[in-house]
């Protein structure tokens, strides 16, 4: 592991001012750096900011064979309850995985918001549902660096696993189905973004969790040109934009 995923895979906690906190999930094969961007942008704001790492990142590919779905979600559970003990409001924001952990939470507590950075509800490859038969043939997978748009991304946060073990997409998954399943039981505040160039997840994604969702505010925001991990892309400052007003429209900031 290199020094530079030393110093950026960490885990970030950042104090701000009032009553008001953000939990920052990254997603699958991620790390927090992919959402330190955004998150020093909300403290700048005056919001308390939490970004936490997943069990089984922001160290090696191997450490992820064990992680499961569970791991995750009792990672942002924990995370969230933690903070809805200090503060009076608690949003919570997630990329890709993180976006569907996101959602997740919102289905069982009350968060003052939910903002997904595309979050999938189904995967784009079929390899993803053939992962648990897949994993016993094939037990890593390494996408093709072309296909990430990394030349659309700040590379000083682009830190993320190159491969990762196939037994781990089909724990990725479980937590697709578990945010899908539960759609109908969240009634916060819900902002998605989505990109018309995300090569990972299925185009609809965001279609179905706006539509999906009892919430009586919900906004959906589509990019342009930008790749999947659109928290460290060119379309941030539009990102950033659109979720300060989204958060001052519902009373969160």
Request: aromatic share 8%; glycine share 8%.
């Amino acid at each position: 592991m290199s020094e530079y995923m030393n110093r950026y895979a960490r885990p970030f906690f950042l104090k701000g001012e009032g009553e008001t906190a953000v939990l920052l999930i990254h997603g699958f094969t991620g790390s927090p750096a992919h959402m330190l961007p955004i998150g020093q942008y909300l403290n700048s704001l005056g919001l308390t900011v939490n970004g936490i790492c997943l069990t089984g990142h922001g160290k090696t590919p191997a450490d992820m064979k064990k992680a499961t779905c569970e791991d995750w979600l009792k990672d942002a559970f924990m995370a969230y309850d933690e903070l809805a003990k200090s503060f009076a409001k608690v949003a919570v924001m997630g990329l890709s995985m993180g976006g569907c952990l996101s959602l997740c939470i919102a289905e069982s507590r009350k968060p003052a918001a939910v903002v997904t950075f595309s979050a999938p509800m189904y995967a784009k490859t079929k390899a993803a549902y053939l992962a648990p038969v897949l994993k016993f043939f094939v037990p890593n997978i390494r996408p093709n660096p072309a296909k990430r748009g990394s030349g659309a991304l700040m590379p000083e946060y682009d830190i993320g696993y190159p491969e990762y073990p196939t037994s781990a997409v089909a724990e990725l998954s479980r937590v697709m189905k578990a945010a899908r399943g539960g759609l109908g039981s969240i009634e916060a505040p819900v902002l998605s973004f989505q990109s018309d160039s995300d090569m990972a997840i299925d185009p609809r994604s965001a279609d179905i969790i706006q539509n999906g969702v009892s919430s009586k505010e919900k906004r959906l925001v589509r990019l342009s040109g930008v790749p999947h991990v659109i928290t460290i892309s060119t379309e941030l400052p539009k990102i950033q934009k659109e979720t300060a007003e989204f958060l001052k429209k519902n009373d969160i900031i």
